[in-house]
């Protein structure tokens, strides 16, 4: 059964640390997304990609994250410097065009 | 921004009962997608419906989609104690860049 990896699954990191979170597509998904997700904003979608192209970040603060598909096997989030405000759990999801969207386990990030 | 509305934001019955989740959106989709998530879990994929589906059924769930009034409706028939866990529904948006956007949840708490 083909799932979504993200790495790592929990990240404790000081406010002004770079982080950087990596996730693996599920095979032949040509659509990868990033969210977010806190008690009081709910799931946040940060940025999307079609075929390896960026479709819309415009969830993203553009100014400290940055995302990116260097490969089709791999998907990453950037966030630097990090702030306290960015403790959340960060999902990957992947899923063929118009189909099904399947979701990772999240990375949990805490910024002390 | 939210583009779905779950309705009720909690729900609490007894192991047996029905369980009826309802969901409304704002633009036109191509598909519908519902998802569990347990406390402190990732989101599980449970049922697609497309734009020119009215009702779809997996096991003990039951989806219907009613594209004039822009909303969706989840039935868990026979609830069980371990369908505690909270239920978003997600739209896929029509035109190229679709993205899939959830909506707040609905929080299910089922009892023996």
């Known amino acids: 059964d083909a799932r979504v990896t993200q790495t790592p699954r929990h990240k404790v ?3 002004g640390q770079e982080v950087t979170m990596r996730c693996q597509p599920i095979l032949g998904h040509n659509t990868v997304f990033w969210y977010r997700q806190t008690m009081m904003q709910g799931l946040e979608l940060l940025a999307y990609f079609r ?16 995302a990116e598909m260097p490969d089709a096997t791999l998907a990453t989030l950037k966030i630097q410097p990090s702030e306290p405000r960015d ?3 960060y999902f990957c999801a992947s899923g063929p065009l118009g189909g099904p969207v399947r979701f990772g386990p999240g990375t949990r990030l805490t910024v002390l | 921004s939210q583009q779905g509305e779950e309705d009720p934001q909690a729900l609490s019955i007894q192991e047996g009962e029905n369980a009826t989740m309802n969901c409304s959106y704002k633009t036109s989709i191509n598909n519908l997608q519902w998802y569990r998530q347990n406390s402190g879990r990732g989101l599980v994929h449970l049922i697609l419906i ?4 009215r009702e779809k059924h997996s096991g003990r769930l039951r989806v219907t989609l009613d594209t004039s009034k ?5 039935l868990i028939t026979a609830s069980r104690a371990a369908d505690t866990a909270s239920y978003f529904c997600a739209t896929d948006g029509t035109g190229t860049a679709s993205k899939l956007t959830f909506g707040t949840g609905t929080r299910l708490q089922v009892t023996l």
């Open chain 1, 13 to 15: 990191t000081e406010m």
């Open chain 1, 51 to 66: 075929n390896r192209a960026p479709l819309d970040d415009s969830g993203m603060p553009k100014d400290r994250f940055s």
């Open chain 1, 87 to 89: 403790s959340a759990v």
């Open chain 2, 50 to 53: 497309r734009s020119n589906e």
């Open chain 2, 70 to 74: 822009k909303s969706s409706s989840l």
